[in-house]
């Protein structure tokens, strides 16, 4: 059996933090900030807090989204 890279565990983390916190199990944090950013009567907040906390990525949270969305954090096989 093969040791997941960092990446993998860096999602798992994020994704099981989100969890805690009320969020679904297979979303990011990032992800879910964008979801409700866009929501009438939304909380754009934790979007802001999280796209400057990730300065160097260009709409870290909306790209987080579209990957989600894509399926693009899972192996080929179930995408």
């Known amino acids: 059996m093969k040791h997941p890279d960092a990446f993998q565990v860096l ?3 994020d994704q099981l933090l ?3 916190i009320g969020g679904m199990a ?3 944090l990032s992800a ?3 979801r409700h950013s ?6 754009e907040w934790p979007a802001w807090i999280i796209n400057h906390l990730f300065f160097w ?3 870290h949270c909306y790209q987080a989204y579209l ?4 399926r693009s954090h899972l192996p080929k ?3």
């Open 11 to 13: 999602i798992a983390f």
């Open 67 to 70: 990957s989600e969305k894509a």
């Open 57 to 59: 990525q260009k709409e």
């Open 32 to 34: 879910r900030a964008y």
């Open 38 to 43: 866009i929501e009438e009567n939304g909380r």
């Open 26 to 28: 297979d979303e990011t």
């Open 77 to 79: 096989d179930y995408q």
């Open 18 to 20: 989100n969890t805690f």
